[in-house]
């Protein structure tokens, strides 16, 4: 299972260039130590009965109509929603299919089952901005303290700021293998340490140095453009045949274990427990969640019905470019499809060169955002009050941080098991289990404001963190197994 680390690897960047660990927009000056998604100081939280905001009291059959929100319109927070989930995690697909199935026919229960893990994902984002319309709340972790209790918000913050350092290294490695291709299509042959070395010490040091991170603005388009691109690019390069065997026009250059290879397990191969292991990675694939109360908070006239809107308008084109990548990657290589899609192809294809520069150049501008939460998050859990986090401080522990994830990225060469694991279990419990808890608990708040709606809906919520439980524990034994 080779391919699986890096398919792994691939599944665990389910953000571009805005990064789901980091504020979605930065229309605002980001200020490195500024409070954010896994560090926001908490208000008190509530300790009787939720008093609904007037959104939530709309929902909730009251009369009353919002006046709250921000300045976003609905057309800008589906395109920066899109933004969001829409990232490099979307290349490790194919390889998902290549789990359970070999012929081209598997390719429609794996849609299916993008449809339908998209779909749950879309549910639990949604349930995470009506926790904040309910409660006041302005993060992921405050929607827990003012849900559940703030006593136990630092469980949403610690697998949170985990989740960041898993994504920080996984860019590492991903980094390392793609400008070492990319070398190579220049006709340089560097190793893959010394190319981690030079683009970490040349270009993410200075960048997650930086104090102020509003300059990156210009760069967030770069991670669904070169998305739309890429799909684009293997949909010509598929029905080209430029990769069919035989006579293919860059299948000689290609490694035996990266031509295509397709066999007879189609359709009904996704009864396979392998199936298992594209669910988990959509589990991860579709992680946006951090940024749902940033969503809800910047959407001008943010009723729950306007917020709703967005979501399911945002995961319904998100999952069509999900099946368009996934089919056609799949369809292109069959069984060897690897976890980067993008290592199938040939380093002297200059049209998919382009697309692995795409992607290169949204992976830099995306890893000082996702840096900053990582750093924060550790500081935010260990107490540190922002007024107390110098730039010498930052700068230190920036440069450590940096070391420790470099090394890692040098010393560990099959992330599998870890990945895998971590994916299985806090990427399930971010997505299914914990919004729905909170949902839960937001509802029995409200006493006897709740409708008979919200209190159904809330005891049927319960299925979906089952279901979470469920996907998550045959993941953590099949990943399991792989030791």
């Known amino acids: 299972m080779r391919f699986f680390s890096v398919c792994a690897l691939a599944a665990a960047l389910a953000t571009n260039a805005s990064s789901a660990f980091v504020p979605s927009s930065l229309s605002k000056p980001y200020v490195s130590g500024s409070p954010n998604l896994t560090g926001a100081r908490l208000k008190a939280s509530t300790t009787g009965p939720i008093q609904m905001s007037a959104s939530a009291a709309v929902e909730a059959g009251g009369s009353q109509e919002p006046t709250s929100g921000g300045t976003a319109s609905m057309s800008n927070e589906i395109f920066n929603l899109v933004k969001n989930i829409v990232g490099a995690g979307v290349l490790s697909l194919p390889a998902g299919i290549a789990t359970f199935g070999n012929a081209p ?13 998209g779909g749950i994902s879309g549910y639990c984002f949604s349930l995470i901005g009506r926790v904040c319309s309910y409660t006041g709340a302005k993060s992921y972790r405050e929607a827990w ?20 350092a898993m994504a920080n290294l996984c860019y590492s490695m991903i980094l390392a293998d793609t400008f070492k291709a990319l070398l190579a299509t220049a006709g340089y042959t560097v190793s893959r340490s010394n190319t981690l070395f030079g683009i970490t010490g040349i270009v993410l040091l200075p960048l997650c140095l930086m104090k102020n991170l509003s300059s990156l603005a210009p760069f967030s388009l770069l991670g669904i453009i070169g998305m739309v691109f890429t799909a684009g690019a293997m949909g010509v390069r598929l029905l ?18 990266l031509q295509p290879s397709f066999g007879t397990n189609g359709a009904a191969a ?30 001008k006239d943010n009723t729950i019905k306007r917020y709703n809107t967005v979501v399911g308008t945002s995961f319904a084109v998100s999952i069509s470019i999900f099946i368009a990548v996934a089919a056609l990657g799949f369809l292109t290589f069959g069984a060897n499809s690897n976890g980067l899609i993008l290592n199938n192809y040939a380093n002297t294809d200059m049209l998919m060169s382009a697309s692995r520069i795409a992607v290169a150049i949204s992976i830099v501008f995306s890893y000082p955002l996702a840096f900053v939460g990582l750093r924060d998050g550790l500081l935010d859990l260990a107490n540190n009050p922002l007024e107390e986090r110098s730039n010498d401080l930052l700068n230190k ?20 098991f870890v990945l895998a694991f971590s994916g299985a279990t806090l990427g399930n419990a971010l997505i299914y289990m914990y919004p729905v808890f909170m949902f839960r608990a937001a509802v029995a708040k409200m006493g006897d404001q709740a409708t008979k709606g919200l209190k159904s809906e809330a005891k049927a919520s319960l299925f979906v963190a089952a279901l979470g439980v469920v996907m998550g524990g045959i993941g953590a034994k099949m990943a399991l197994s792989m030791l």
């Open 270 to 299: 996704v009864f396979n427990p392998s199936s298992f292991i594209l669910i988990c990675m959509l589990s991860t694939a579709y992680m946006s969640h951090f940024n749902a109360p940033k969503f809800y908070l910047e959407l």
């Open 240 to 257: 080209s045949g430029a990769y069919k065997a035989p006579g293919g026009k860059f299948l000689p250059e290609l490694a035996a274990n």
């Open 105 to 117: 026919s598997a390719v429609l229960p794996a849609a299916a089952l993008i449809a339908i893990i």
């Open 397 to 416: 522990l920036t440069v450590g941080i940096l070391a420790v994830i470099t090394a890692a990225a040098l010393k560990v060469k099959d992330l599998s």
């Open 145 to 164: 303290a003012e849900s559940i209790g703030p006593k136990t918000s630092w469980i949403a913050a610690g697998t949170c700021t985990f989740k960041t």
